[in-house]
Structures are given as structure tokens and as C-alpha cells.
């Protein structure tokens, strides 16, 4: 690692001193509308082993630096978890076709014009799509032109080096398309099922990261760590189709040290929305800036994602996705000891941070808002996290990419047009608040 | 399992007494044309742990019994490791355009008429393909009918709950398609790579080959061994389109033990032609029967792979087979210190076994006459170990399905025509002798 002082040269966070850390505990990226904080998360707070990363207190001169988006465009991408296919009848339809209709939801988004199409990685029933990378080939065969992602890739419990190999085929077969997303899992089912303790939560993803950044290089690979065989000089194939090695981005849910070892290792940091407000993230952007100067590294993309669901009026949407998301919440209420999850629930947590379930004007006004406020090269949005027909999902997709996503390049291009071609943003706005948006003026119509 | 006896009731093989084995011990399935005993089959041969599978002697009793396949048909597949592709000039395309091609190569066999597709699982850089079941899922999105099929699946360094997750994704989006072969490997690098011991070679199928089946049936898994972490209830996902879980063979090179293994299993039986002749091949085909009644289980299907390229002239294949396969073969030549490669050697290694370097006539004959002996469920030619051009893998693969394959049926029902619809094997030869081979008259014009 290049650049003065490494994370574990630096004196510690605060938190090590007893007091908090300064940008928040926000869980890591969730798979519920209605997250509250996974327990999974409360480990890595207080288990973290001795490798976890800490933020040198250094980096904190930073923070109000400026964090804009790398490429000066806005790229907008659809996800999914996979939730079940039903019958118009209300009957599920299996796991097998669902993983097949992912192919054709990832077909559709090209064809409604989405610039990327995700997948996440999940092993349970109400989210049976534990292989995004083979979903993705299916995707690449049958596009030419979208950037093929995940939301995410469990590289906490996946052997870096056999995940390289597979998302390097995906590569090969799109043309160098893929660009996973890894992140640290948002639900326990994969340590038990790889057999990886969860005390280690923050450790194995550190020395996964690193094998995985390594793998990247596509050269010799070395590595003596302490949760897989060593290597010593072997080499992995095939070779990516991306000069460099594949586009790399790390998913953080809200951890501050993630944010830093997203920039020691050089990745593109996507940032969960859920649980989030506009200034927090900004907050998360520059302290990722602030990592990548004192690490040396050249500046990576930034990223985010947002749920939604859309309707032709707010009520409608709030009714539909509720209907759609009550089974998985229900399960996760239950595993996770939230007690009854009620509408209530659903509507207030609809109320606050990047949830986007309205109608398709209310939802581009609130992209754009955000896209202004925080300048990012990427913004996700999660469409699919639900239990729905075929047509439901398909008109989702569609209404996102053809109605959605244009009507937000028209806002931010009207905005910066207005602000006399400022691409800065221009301002952040803890979010449902309009009148902190500056030039775009969302209707803000809540049922 | 059912059934009177397992192997590990019975005594011992001869080769525990000093003696050679029943059935020889022809290699693991191989990668080159002119396969010589990989030093991995010798470690295995001379090492295997104390959870290696002995044949009983009492299994011998059956030598004699007729081996007749289950489905009553032949599918004739098509097969490849994905070695290199070059441009008409000869320069090296590299890896990604080769994973790439591969889906177009899928997609090709199926228009040309090929029951089935396979891809090999190899980490070196001649044979860069690394994630057979990606590769597949590309295929799958391109393709309504063939079978997707590996030539192996290297189980031994994958973990199986993982593997099978994958390949039940692919099983997915194909609408049931997907017919792994899972073997030992035929290659040491994914045991540097993957960081498992040579030693454990034989130990480590069987220990992954019990839990795939398993994961097989889809439920609660329960697992308690050396090689991989514990299960204790948790679940794969998701299930396969397939009733009764992914059909499922595993590839046998020569070892009685692994044929054994196989009916254990309940797997389904994949003997590489290479190396072999039809009447050791119809012996190991007896054994795996037997072995099925003496475990109690169903019978499986029986299928062979031989090894294939096709031109106008004998001289011209041979001249063009030497040419594409060489890279390979004095790579291979070299690390396992055979010394050096020339034409001499595949000249000789031509005129043995199950290769089917000649005119598409010739190919056609010859299959015919193995078909007539062994009356397979499956029959895959590997038409693409070799470094070519696009157009020469193409053409491969349309000779291959629109020439030979039709031919070979047409040979096939004429002889069963005249041999009085008698749909048994017609008699077994060591090829090339034609004159053993009962109606069907090979021309043998070899160059």
C-alpha cells in the first residue's frame, strides 16, 4: 500500500477510546424495506477480531472535503433479490423459475434501458438466489450492452480466488461487463453454511478483500492468511476481459471502517441507502476521499442504492409493495426477534431515508434530489425484493427504466443547466424535505 | 445404503494382495490426446486414505452379466476444454474471448443438432476455463433443448454444497438441463490452488461425491467429516428444476474403485474412452451394474466420451489434430516429465483406443461400431481440445452434429435392422478392428 500511514498505523477511532464513532453504526446493507439493525452487524461492532481496520483519527481533517462522483455522469442500475415468483393466482412458482425469469428481468432491463442489472447473493428460502454470478452469464448471453452487478456477493464466506475465477468467466462471456459488488452478508445463513464463524466477521472479509484485490492483478498469487490455504506463486484463470482486472466494488452498509478499507484496497465503494440520510452519506463519500489520499490510491466511483416500488399513486404503491415484501419481512421479523411486523411498521420506515415507493414521478424527483445532493457515478435501485407475479416484475423494471431514470437525467440536467452548469452538489438534504433540495422541487405526495 | 454387502464389507481388491486389479488401471479421464498415466492417478493409486473404496470380491461373480443402458437410446453430446482461440494468422485471442466463444460454441452444437453440450474445469493457462457451470448458465440463456453437461466438474477441490448450488442455478435457468460430471481431476493445480492434499485424493471424491448427494435431495443437510465444516440442518439453495434433484454422473478413467463408487452413489457412469478399448469398457460397465444390485440401488445411465477431429482426408485430420493440440500436449509433456512430444507419438496414440481423428465417414463408423458394443445411454465426443480458430471450432462442431451424428444413427438402427431388432450389444472388439464388429463395417481407411 502506497501513501502516508496505512489504517492500523494511525492512532485508533474513538470508539476504541469508549466514545462513538462520528459518522454512525447504520447496519451494513439489509434485505428488507423495513431493516432494522441485523445481529450480524452487533457482532462485527463488538467482536471485531484484531485485524479489524480502524480509522486513523488523522482522516477526520478531511471530512469536509468535497467527495464528487468520478466520471462526472450518473450511471442508473435496477437490482433484485430474487424474491419468489407467483402465479396471477397468488401461487408460488419455485425456485428454478425464478432463477430463470433473473435472466429475462436482466434482458429487460437493457431492453427499458437501465445502464446495470444486479443480483443478490442470498441462501433461504424466501431468497433461494445464492448464485448471482451464474445468473449473470445467463444475463450476459442474452444483452450487449449492461453492466452486469451484485447486491451482494457474499465474499465473506466465498474463497476470493475460486470467485475471481467465476466472476472472470462472466467477464469473458459480457465483454467485461461484470462489476460485482462483495460486501460482508446481511444475514447469517452463509456462515453456517461455509462454515465460518461469525466472530470473525470483520476478519474474513479483510483477508478476502485482500486475496480477492490480489486475484484482480490476474498474476502469481501469494497469500498466507489464517481462513484459507496459503498460496505460493499459483495462478488463477481465466484472465478477466477488464485491463486492470474486473471493475471492483466494496458494499457498505454504514460502517465507517468499511468505508476506509473499501478505499485501502482501492475499490469502487457502494453505499446502502436503507437506514441512511443524504448528509450522512456525503459524510461517508468524503471520508472515503479523505482514506484514498492518505492511502495513496487514485480515486475510485462512488455508489448507492435505494428500494422502491412503483405505482400510479402513492397509496397503490404503498399497498403493493407492502403486499410483496410481507412475506420476507415476516420471516426476518421472526429470525431476527423484531416481533409482528404491521403496516405501521412499512409506513413509517416508507417515510424516512432512500426508500422510493411511489409513483414514478414522485420516485424521479426524489432520485434526482439525491443524484444533486451527492453526485455519485452509480445509483442502484432495488425493484425486485419481493414476492410478485412475472408481469409485476417485468412492469417494475420497465417503469423504472423507461419512465423513471429518463425523467431523472431531464431533472439533473435542468438543475445543473439552472445552477449555470455547477455539477457540484448543491446542497444535502436530510430527506423528505423538499425545500432543502434546491432547484428540484419534489411533489412529495405521500399517501 | 441398501442392499447386501457395501464395499467396505467385502475383501479387499487383488491390488491389496500385491496382485494388478481385474479391470487395469487405466488413468483418470485426461486432458491431451495422447494421454500418458498422470503422476496424480499414481498418487492416488499408491496413497489412498483409509476411507478409500475397495471393490468386494464377490462383485466379480457378475463380471459376466450383460451391461445394457437404461434409456434404450443414444444421446450423442458434444464436448470441450476450451483451449485457446486464435485468429486466422494464428495469434492468441486470450482468455476472455475464449470463455465468450464458448457460449457461441453451445449454441452451436445445439443448431447443429448435438444432444448435449459439456465444458471441461480446468486452472492453467492452456486450458484457461476455469467455471464449467458459468460458462453453462451462458449457454443455457442461448439454447431451448441440449443438455448441459462438464467433462468433469472437479469436485474434489470445490465445496459440494457450494457446487451444488450452482449447478442447481443452472438447472434452473435451463429448465432442468443441467447433467454435471463430477470427477477427481486430471490436473494437480486445483489442489495447490485450493489448497487440499494430493495425498487425500481418493478420500476427498468420496467425502464430496456422498455430500453432493446428499444436497441432492434437497433437504436438511447433515454432514460431519474431514474436509469441509460440519452441517447441522442448514440448506442449499435453490432447488433444481429436476424431480428427485440435478441428474447426475460422475467420469471414471479406469479405476475399478471409482466405478464402484459411482453405483454406491447411485450416479450415473461417464467412462472416458481414452486409454481404453470397447471390452474393458463393456467389463467396467458390467462391474458398475453389479455394483448397483449389490447396493441396492436403481439402475443409472452408461455413457463413454471419445476424443474427435474431423477432415476431408485421414492424413488431413491428423495433420490438423498434431497442429491444434500441440501447445497442449508438450505443456503437459513437459511438467510431467514425458520427455518430448512429436508426431511419432500421436501417430501411435492415434491408431489406439477411442480416438476418432479422421473423415467424418470414418468418425461415424467407427461410433456406430462402439455403439453397436456398448449400447450407451450417452455418447460425448470432445471435439475442441485444441487451439483453433473460431471458423475451425465451428466447423467442428457442425460436422460433428449435422455429419456424423445423423450418420451414426443411420448405421446404428440399419444394423439393429438387420440384426433382427436385436437392440443388445452385437459383440465387443479392440478397435480398430473391423472385422469383430458385427454389421457394421468401418472403412478403417486410416492415413
Known amino acids: 500500500m502506497g501513501g502516508a500511514g496505512g489504517p492500523d498505523a494511525g492512532p485508533g477511532l474513538e470508539s476504541r477510546t469508549g466514545r462513538p464513532p462520528p459518522l454512525g453504526t447504520a447496519p451494513e446493507p439489509v434485505t428488507t424495506w423495513n431493516a432494522r439493525r441485523p445481529k450480524i ?6 467482536c471485531g477480531g484484531p485485524r479489524e481496520l480502524r480509522v486513523p483519527a488523522t482522516l477526520r481533517r478531511h471530512e469536509s472535503e468535497t467527495a464528487l462522483s468520478l466520471t462526472g455522469t450518473t450511471l442508473f442500475g435496477l437490482q433484485t433479490f430474487g424474491g419468489g415468483l407467483l402465479t396471477v393466482d397468488g401461487e408460488e412458482l419455485g425456485d428454478a423459475l425464478t432463477q430463470a425469469h433473473l435472466v429475462t428481468e436482466g434482458a429487460a432491463a437493457e431492453a427499458a434501458g437501465a445502464d446495470a442489472f444486479g443480483v443478490g447473493e442470498h441462501h433461504r428460502a424466501e431468497l433461494p438466489t445464492s448464485a448471482p454470478d451464474v445468473i449473470l452469464a445467463g444475463v450476459a448471453a442474452r444483452t450487449e450492452r449492461i453492466l452486469l452487478t451484485t447486491a451482494v456477493t457474499v465474499l465473506s464466506t ?9 466472476y472472470a468467466t462472466v467477464d ?58 496459503a498460496l505460493n ?30 478505499a485501502k484496497y482501492n475499490a469502487n465503494l457502494m453505499m446502502a441507502g436503507l437506514g441512511q440520510t443524504p448528509d450522512r452519506i456525503q459524510r461517508y463519500f468524503q471520508l472515503f476521499r479523505a482514506a484514498e489520499k492518505e492511502f495513496g490510491q487514485r480515486p475510485a466511483m462512488l455508489g448507492m442504492t435505494s428500494n422502491g416500488f412503483l ?10 409493495a407492502w403486499e410483496t415484501n410481507r412475506r420476507l419481512m415476516e420471516s426476518v421479523a421472526r429470525e431476527r426477534g423484531w416481533g409482528e411486523r404491521t403496516r405501521e411498521h412499512f409506513e413509517a420506515d416508507a417515510e424516512t431515508g432512500f426508500s422510493l415507493v411511489g409513483t414514478p414521478e414522485w420516485a424521479a424527483q426524489r432520485i434526482a434530489e439525491h443524484v444533486l445532493a451527492l453526485d455519485v457515478d452509480r445509483y442502484d435501485v432495488n425493484y425486485g425484493n419481493m414476492t410478485a407475479t412475472r408481469e409485476e416484475k417485468l412492469e417494475q423494471i420497465r417503469l423504472w427504466g423507461e419512465v423513471v431514470f429518463p425523467r431523472v437525467r431531464e431533472l439533473v440536467a435542468e438543475a445543473r443547466a439552472t445552477a449555470g452548469g455547477d455539477a457540484a452538489p448543491s446542497g444535502v438534504s436530510d430527506s423528505p424535505a423538499p425545500e432543502a433540495t434546491g432547484d428540484v422541487a419534489p411533489s412529495g405526495q405521500q399517501a
Open 311 to 320: 405505482a400510479d399513486t402513492m397509496e397503490e404503491a404503498r399497498d403493493r
Open 158 to 166: 466465498d474463497d476470493p480466488v475460486r470467485a475471481y475465477e467465476r
Open 41 to 46: 452487524v452487533d457482532t462485527a461492532n463488538t
Open 172 to 229: 469473458g462471456i459480457s465483454g467485461g461487463r461484470v462489476q460485482p459488488v462483495l460486501g460482508r452478508a446481511s444475514f447469517t445463513e452463509p456462515f453456517l453454511l461455509f462454515g465460518f464463524d461469525l466472530a470473525h466477521y470483520n476478519e474474513l472479509f479483510e483477508e478476502k478483500l485482500a486475496l480477492w484485490t490480489q486475484a484482480k492483478r490476474e498474476g502469481a498469487l501469494r497469500f498466507n492468511g489464517v481462513h484459507r490455504a
Open 233 to 262: 506463486g499459483e495462478r488463477a484463470f481465466p484472465a478477466s476481459a477488464t485491463p486492470g482486472g474486473i471493475v471492483t466494488w466494496v458494499g457498505v452498509g454504514g460502517s465507517p471502517e468499511s468505508v476506509v478499507r473499501a
